[in-house]
């Protein structure tokens, strides 16, 4: 721990990684419900971020109250939130071919843009990959087709896995992203963790600076090195261990969080 | 051009490479037929190699003919041959999760091994994955969960792309593989170009060393840096333009290639 107790407890806002922090698949990790109690307790400010490619931030929050953690919507960010809004500013209102589930493409058409059948590839001049439940060869075929011919690239995150109750896991997003990349010769644009502006528009909901708040993940490279980027605490939730040094703070439970807050 | 004509046309055989450099698709490249009839009418030997993960051997001579050009089964050479071999010398006879087409199921069997079936990923002890037509999620997940839990991950080819008539293309075995890789968190063994055993096997087949011959191919990852691995000369068969230098020749044309042997 490269940090001290007392610095850690100055902290005003903490915000959460979900999937594999919070819960994994559907159940609730040990202790998180209490750490987050506590928090609220001591009056600070805790909100959520995850890089969920498949689910905005009204779905996140249900299940979270279903989980029995209280939130608000605005407290809770996916990348699907800014998504629309990033396609518009970088591409202006756009044709997009969406690979992913139905809140990818919700997100899309909130964003004002035209949404591009499958079949209809060609169309295309932004193509998004999220994590895919129904990915097959003729959407990766689509996908890395509309790319080669000059659509842009985007995706929610990089993360090659999902993880699920007792250690099991469903590929992720990242893991649907590399075949696309792979055979469009292209690398996407990364909307969500490790690249800045979800941290930013965490913070600024939070109404804190970044020196005032902490990054709470179990992955290095979504989480750690996207929150040092912009300069939160980074505290690593590392329950089978991890890399010293990587973070500002590492935790193996959440029961170790929660003494060291108290 | 590293190398002089006279020591090209003192070579004893030539290996092409077939999708992309004999046919596109379902058409002859131009000039294809005309340069493999001259190198026949000299005296020199000349073989067939394709990284091909959907066909064995004799599929791949039968399209041959089809398409006007004649060829013997055993001049014609795809990973398929050697995998049910290679699986059995690294990992004895085991219990394989195929993903791919039927041909790679075929060449499993073959090997004397057995097939699991995908939901019973949990069984296999080695998973192939080769191009997969029918590739999914639940086929990336069986896959990514096998290896992720300690089955060896085998491939005939990290190709990126499958190229078709026109320059569209397929993607290729490589994108389906780089899906599994980063959900597995694992990298294949590979099998076909441009690792040795391949071109090894070609050349005794044609009973030639390694610097009596030429690959002749249009991958510089998989054709040109593979046969320069085993000794071959390499040329490169670039119609859109390539890298100066990666080859001992570089030809845009199979027209230029035949005049360079006349």
Redesign the interface.
């Known amino acids: 721990m490269t940090m001290s107790r007392r610095e850690l407890r100055a902290l005003r806002g903490f915000v959460f990684d979900l999937d594999g922090c919070v819960w994994t698949g559907d159940i609730l990790v040990p202790g998180a419900a209490e750490v987050l109690a506590l928090l609220r307790q001591q009056g600070r400010r805790v909100s959520f971020l995850t890089n969920n490619s498949r689910a905005r931030s009204a779905t996140m929050q249900a299940k979270l109250e279903r989980l029995g953690v209280e939130a608000a919507v605005e407290d809770v960010l996916t990348p699907l939130e800014i998504l629309g809004e990033v396609i518009a500013t970088r591409w202006g209102i756009s044709r997009v071919l969406a690979i992913g589930g139905p809140e990818l493409e919700a997100a899309v058409l909130d964003g004002g843009h035209t949404l591009v059948p499958v079949d209809r590839y060609g169309e295309a001049t932004v193509v998004v990959v999220g994590n895919?439940?129904?990915?097959?060869?003729e959407r990766?075929?689509a996908a890395?087709?509309a790319i080669?011919a000059g659509a842009a690239f985007v995706t929610p995150n990089l993360d090659?896995?999902l993880p699920l109750e007792g250690g099991?896991?469903?590929?992720?997003c990242?893991?649907?992203?590399?075949?696309?990349?792979?055979?469009s010769?292209a690398r996407p644009v990364v909307i969500g963790k490790p690249e800045p502006p979800l941290f930013e528009l965490a913070l600024g909901r939070m109404d804190l600076r970044a020196e005032e708040a902490a990054m709470v993940g179990d992955s290095v490279d979504s989480d750690i090195r996207g929150a040092r980027r912009v300069g939160m605490t980074a505290i690593l939730f590392a329950p089978d261990g991890g890399l010293d040094g990587v973070a500002h703070v590492m935790v193996k439970s959440m029961a170790q969080l929660k003494r060291l807050l108290q």
């Open positions: 895919d439940f129904a990915f097959s060869y990766l075929t890395s087709r080669a090659p896995r099991d896991f469903l590929p992720g990242g893991a649907v992203v590399e075949a696309v990349a792979a055979a010769g």
